[in-house]
């Protein structure tokens, strides 16, 4: 009996278990297709929806804003988490990576594994310019792979050359553009090598020795270092296309043209025990053979002036920046570095003209050089594509738009007119800027002391660099404050090119003293038309001198 109640019982709990376990499976799957439908409809409702369904004050401040204060907002919050997304996804991606990178590993590889691998502490930054995301990672590879290189000689010998011990540190730059509705959400991805913290490599012949050939270590490691800064590095750029699509505006492309002019350097290190250094200067924006710019070698001088104009192709004026190294050369040894300078393109405004003397330091990437090598001068002119200038040399370009342009305008007679501009200046044309230089030396002050009696008999001279044309003052006796109110002309052939130098000398009986110099290149007076400065002397302790000079042009045209 008790076992029959006890099989009636069981059925009974059993069943009632099972109708419950069929409710609540019944119960969950609608509230599932419900909760679904619900999504749906959100994922449907515009901002415009749901504005109607709650007011303005129910919304998160993001919603309400603008377009760049939403990214603004989003900006800063992904900066605030990157760190955890660092961490996590840095190793996601290296044991991700590694297996496909094996995968594709050249045969002259031994293995090709990264040492480190980080994102970066850089956030990517979404941006309402473009349509785009740019995320920067720092990647370290200290690799021990085996490449082999077949090098051949001009006299026919062929030499197996591997190159081993390769450590790597550098930040890529990610560009993901243009952002779209369709997987994976970027039409395309933009990589460069924005910046190449170190790159280190040891070369050796198999079966040999590489230093029996002089010059065939250094010559393939500068073509290794030449090829990644010519096919990778920033602004250098390669696109692989996700989506089909148009994708020129990622190529890389000029945008603008910076002008250099290299004045001169002062108080420079000297490198030889014997005299003086020989120093000239490189410049470059890009550091390849094709793009550098080399000055003429000025002998035995701490004081050297070169005032040599160049140009230069920007392509990224916003990262890009201008390199000025001073070298000592050594003959047939190799040249000795004195110091070096950079101007970043963004501290220049496009089209005005940028008077600047420089430090130089020992290594651009130390921050913290206190010792002093000398300064270099520059005048530099950034000229982005689109300016209105009808002439290559864009040193002269307020100028062209001001007397120039009234020359053009007037004709040869002073009264035939241009009627339409655009036919003058869709020819490319060089301006020779002839014109007479009006410099009037009005005083000095405070000049120092050269003679025993503590005062001095100055004078000053005044030479033209390029035509030689010279000039000089009277005789002040027994004065540190002279003044002499004397006006000298110069006719001069190119002032784009020219150069004022003025010294200071003290009169003596049986000789002369120097007491220092100024130096002026003609850029300031040819863009003001006429202007008075206080110059300090170079070269001495102190001393300034007082000028007045003005510019009557004399333009000429020539197609180049």
Same mark, same amino acid.
């Given at each position: 009996?008790?076992?029959v109640?006890?099989?009636?019982?069981?059925?009974?709990?059993?069943?009632?278990i099972?109708?419950?376990?069929?409710?609540?499976?019944?119960?969950?799957s609608?509230?599932?297709?419900?909760?679904?439908?619900?999504?749906?409809a959100?994922?449907?409702?515009?901002?415009?929806?749901?504005?109607?369904?709650?007011?303005?004050?129910?919304?998160?401040?993001?919603v309400?804003?603008?377009?760049?204060?939403?990214?603004?907002?989003?900006?800063?919050?992904?900066?605030?988490?990157w760190?955890?997304?660092?961490?996590?996804?840095?190793?996601?991606?290296?044991?991700?990576?590694?297996?496909?990178?094996?995968?594709?590993?050249?045969?002259?590889?031994?293995?090709?594994?990264?040492?480190?691998?980080?994102?970066?502490?850089?956030?990517?930054?979404?941006?309402?310019?473009?349509?785009?995301v740019?995320?920067?990672?720092?990647?370290?590879?200290?690799a021990?792979?085996?490449?082999?290189?077949d090098?051949?000689?001009?006299?026919?010998?062929?030499?197996?050359?591997?190159?081993?011990?390769i450590?790597?540190?550098?930040?890529?730059?990610?560009?993901?553009?243009?952002?779209?509705?369709?997987?994976?959400?970027?039409?395309?991805?933009?990589?460069?090598?924005?910046?190449?913290?170190?790159?280190?490599?040891?070369?050796?012949?198999?079966?040999?020795?590489?230093?029996?050939?002089?010059?065939?270590?250094?010559?393939?490691?500068?073509?290794?270092?030449d090829?990644?800064?010519?096919?990778?590095?920033?602004?250098?750029?390669?696109?692989?296309?996700?989506?089909p699509?148009?994708?020129?505006?990622l190529e890389?492309?000029?945008?603008?043209?910076?002008?250099?002019?290299?004045?001169?350097?002062?108080?420079?290190?000297?490198?030889?025990i014997?005299?003086?250094?020989d120093?000239?200067?490189?410049?470059?924006?890009?550091?390849?053979?094709?793009?550098?710019?080399?000055?003429?070698?000025?002998?035995?001088?701490?004081?050297?002036?070169?005032?040599?104009?160049?140009?230069?192709?920007?392509?990224?004026?916003?990262?890009?920046? #201008?390199? @000025?190294?001073?070298?000592?050369? !050594?003959? /047939?040894?190799?040249?000795? *570095?004195? +110091?070096? &300078?950079?101007?970043?393109?963004?501290?220049?405004?496009?089209?005005?003209?940028?008077?600047?003397?420089?430090?130089?330091?020992?290594?651009?990437?130390?921050?913290?050089?206190?010792k002093?090598?000398?300064?270099?001068?520059?005048?530099?002119?950034?000229?982005?594509?689109?300016?209105?200038?009808?002439?290559?040399?864009?040193?002269s370009?307020?100028?062209?738009?001001?007397?120039l342009?009234?020359?053009?305008?007037?004709?040869?007679?002073?009264?035939?007119?241009?009627?339409n501009?655009?036919?003058v200046?869709?020819?490319?044309?060089?301006?020779?800027?002839?014109?007479? #230089?009006? @410099?009037?030396?009005?005083?000095? !002050?405070? /000049?120092?002391?050269?003679? *025993?009696? +503590?005062? &001095?008999?100055?004078?000053?001279?005044l030479?033209?660099?390029?035509?030689?044309?010279?000039?000089?003052?009277?005789?002040?006796?027994?004065?540190?404050?002279?003044?002499?109110?004397?006006?000298?002309?110069?006719?001069?052939?190119?002032?784009?090119?020219?150069?004022?130098?003025?010294?200071?000398?003290?009169?003596?009986?049986?000789?002369?003293?120097?007491?220092?110099?100024?130096?002026?290149?003609?850029?300031?007076?040819?863009?003001?038309?006429?202007?008075?400065?206080?110059?300090?002397?170079?070269?001495?302790?102190?001393?300034?001198?007082?000028?007045?000079?003005?510019w009557?042009?004399?333009?000429?045209?020539?197609?180049?």
């Open positions: 009996m008790g076992f109640f006890g099989l009636v019982v069981g059925l009974v709990v059993g069943l009632a099972i109708v419950f376990f069929v409710r609540s499976e019944n119960s969950r609608k509230r599932r297709n419900e909760l679904a439908a619900t999504v749906a959100f994922a449907r409702m515009t901002v415009e929806d749901s504005r109607k369904i709650l007011p303005a004050q129910f919304y998160p401040s993001w309400v804003f603008s377009q760049r204060q939403k990214l603004t907002w989003l900006n800063q919050h992904l900066t605030k988490i760190p955890y997304v660092n961490e996590a996804a840095s190793d996601l991606i290296k044991t991700s990576v590694e297996p496909v990178l094996e995968q594709y590993r050249p045969i002259i590889l031994a293995s090709l594994k990264f040492s480190k691998f980080t994102l970066g502490t850089v956030a990517p930054q979404f941006t309402d310019e473009a349509d785009s740019t995320m920067e990672m720092e990647m370290q590879w200290d021990n792979s085996s490449i082999i290189l090098i051949k000689t001009y006299l026919g010998v062929s030499l197996p050359v591997q190159v081993k011990d450590g790597f540190t550098g930040v890529f730059r990610l560009i993901f553009k243009p952002l779209v509705n369709e997987f994976p959400c970027f039409g395309a991805v933009c990589f460069s090598l924005r910046k190449k913290k170190k790159l280190d490599f040891t070369l050796k012949v198999i079966g040999g020795d590489i230093s029996t050939i002089p010059g065939l270590s250094d010559a393939i490691e500068s073509t290794i270092r090829a990644i800064e010519d096919s990778i590095m920033w602004p250098v750029r390669k696109i692989i296309c996700i989506l699509g148009d994708y020129s505006d890389l492309k000029p945008v603008g043209i910076l002008e250099v002019k290299l004045v001169q350097a002062r108080d420079l290190t000297n490198k030889d014997i005299g003086k250094s120093p000239y200067a490189v410049l470059y924006v890009r550091p390849l053979p094709d793009k550098t710019k080399k000055s003429k070698t000025i002998n035995n001088e701490l004081n050297p002036i070169w005032n040599e104009h160049y140009e230069f192709i920007i392509e990224d004026a916003t990262t890009q920046h #201008l390199v @000025v190294r001073i070298y000592d050369d !050594e003959g /047939l040894q190799a040249s000795e *570095l004195i +110091g070096c &300078a950079q101007v970043q393109i963004r501290e220049l405004e496009p089209g005005k003209v940028k008077d600047v003397w420089l430090n130089l330091v020992k290594d651009l990437e130390i921050q913290r050089d206190t002093y090598r000398g300064q270099v001068h520059l005048e530099l002119l950034y000229r982005p594509f689109g300016m209105e200038n009808g002439f290559t040399n864009s040193f370009s307020n100028f062209s738009m001001t007397s342009e009234k020359v053009l305008k007037s004709g040869a007679n002073g009264t035939d007119t241009i009627e501009e655009k036919a200046t869709q020819k490319k044309k060089e301006v020779i800027i002839r014109g007479v #230089l009006s @410099v009037t030396v009005i005083s000095a !002050e405070d /000049l120092p002391i050269v003679d *025993l009696m +503590g005062k &001095a008999d100055p004078y000053v001279v030479t033209m660099k390029k035509s030689e044309a010279r000039n000089k003052t009277r005789v002040v006796n027994d004065s540190l404050n002279p003044a002499w109110n004397q006006t000298f002309d110069f006719v001069v052939e190119d002032g784009l090119h020219d150069m004022l130098i003025l010294e200071v000398w003290d009169h003596d009986t049986f000789g002369k003293d120097y007491m220092g110099r100024c130096i002026l290149t003609l850029t300031r007076v040819l863009l003001e038309g006429e202007y008075k400065d206080s110059l300090k002397l170079e070269g001495a302790k102190s001393g300034k001198l007082n000028l007045h000079l003005k009557m042009p004399q333009p000429i045209f020539r197609d180049s």
